[in-house]
DNA sequence: GATGAATGAGGTTTCATTCAT
DNA sequence: AATGAATGAAACCTCATTCAT
């Protein structure tokens, strides 16, 4: 993703905000935003202490660009999946292929992410939540296009709500994650993507 | 809930711990655990803040005994409402119920919840989390059991494990209720238990 | 030393104190001064701390009272021994033994004691290093006295000024005693006065 | 004592770290370990308490470093005495003039000194106490020296065990020089080390 | 431009003392 | 008279941020 027609200078100061970014990344994932130190950072990631206030204006500017620019990849990924020319059915497959995927390539982000996209945010100053939700938001509606246009095409029948089932879909491939995060042997995370599909596809109820 | 039997001065010590377990979990919910003091708190719940300390033995202590407490509260009703004697989809129907009822009902708790039993916890030193997700594996396992039950009396279609489930239930109801939280007119929440639970019931191919 | 005299209730509130003091020194001698709390002497004293501050103004008055009535006890008991009817060598060998003799009755006293009669007091507000101090020195001119007479009896040769040589007999049988206390097995104590006295009686060079 | 050949920036450091250490001297011998504050020192010292903490982890540590290194001091100008050639008189001469000059010129050190040595312990976490006291065994054993090699020379007479005549000496003069500090006019300090000397040296009873 | 020493506000916690019961 | 719950000043210590070098 880095240019490589950027001056060598700006190259190289990307490169150390990339550095400056998977410390924290790493820090704060392991012990949460509060008991993590600036110095604690600077340490780690090799630079001094004002080095890094010349990239971030404050702790919280930097815990921002964090979960943003995470954020960003988490969400260009999963959008990619599905913007491939293929049948509804199929793109939720891919869906629920992308979002295991860039999950666990980002395990130490997940938490993070969770926090301030499902509420329990760390309460800074505000601002964050917005975008972070904004951006959660967005991708609902994604999903609930494929639903609807699915529905349309009588594909699906119209159980629900498009927007509801997104919802749906998206916070049960959430919950089978945070599971497996939590304790992998006892919640093996389902490998196929029509395990958690079917849960939706087929009618629990004989009709 | 207060015993009338205690001794005065135990009903007063009652009272005045719930008040400081009260505004804390106002304080909390609000700023977050990290961004509060104690000080606030004591000045908010109107006690010097040595009185706190005769309470709390310290900040986490504090804390986990605000987390545990409701916790509890919140798991108690809603086990009764699934023990109740009924068939298998009125159970799931009380379920609906009884979770949207206890999250309308205890709102500022339940950023603190959510944090605590879907991962993005506030790092304490341990022991609280693993107290919190086994109540909530416990939760999960009775509504699983609610489902192999249903199964077995063929009532259901075996569509997936009753485990996956349970768990595709809970986070579904977590999550149209954390989005009803965030922004109630965009995301007016289902008030009828079935809207939910038909995502489930029916089948969203044809068959 | 209570008089049977006292009414019941004088006598009663004489015992109450006495049992404050014996705990407080028990607290202080073992843990210093300013790591024992008000509240940790009530309890192990089974007072109520409200009736601790009936007994004496403030933490510090405590502290006084105890350093200054054992004190007393402590000179009381050597002033006795040296003012039998003997001569000036028997009655500097009543000295050493009776110094000794308290030193070990009140072993918990005396990291006080030395503490304020030697000169690292702990500084609480002055008034109390000058009372103990005064009595010191009345002691030492006490012990001049014996000097002074035996060597206006010809029995003992003028080496040195009669208070010098007080001070050096009384610091000498301290730091017996305190060498003693700190390693009794590296450090036995000379338990025949005379090999603490030879120092001063025999001279070291020969005449 | 601070090498020249140091880096400035070295050199500075230290520089503060003895500023430190000496206001913390300063106010300590003059009320005592318990009743500063480290906000108290920083002021003082017209550093920044953040500065001060840079400097040492704790205040106990900074207390243990202080105590330390001044008995380092002490310990050493005494040692460098007695350890020049000269007879065995003259050592123990040399050694009475040592240390009164070291006293003398670290007057605000001696009462921790005291404190810390002859057992008015603060009672800090223990090590401290410790480390003084085999330090004073130490010198101790130096001094005791120096009587066995008079003695095996018959420069002496075997009055007492050496080392019994080495506390004896030893205590004698911190007992002198405690009561000068006290009292300077009541208590003038014998400057010629005879005199302290001869108590020892010449025998009270007439041979 | 990079550095990291210095800063000091603010957090948690203790404990001497008071006073209503 | 005795009690001990309540108080809050003040202690220790951390860490985000600045700025001279």
Redesign the pocket.
Known sequence: MTDQKLPRRERE?LR?RQEMLATALDLFSQKGY???????I?EKAE????????FF?????LYKALVLELCDEFEDSIMQAIEQPQDEIEKLRSYVRAKTEVFRRNLPFIRLYMAESRGASFNLKAGLDDEIRKRYYLSLESIAAIFAIGIKNQRFKKIADPYYLAVALSSVIDAFLLLWLDAPERHPYPEDPDTILNIFFKGLIDS
Chains 1, 2, 3, 4 share one sequence.
């Open positions: 100061k150390q509060h008991n993590v130190s600036m110095q604690e600077a630079f001094a202490i004002g080095t890094l206030y010349k204006q404050n702790k919280e500017d």
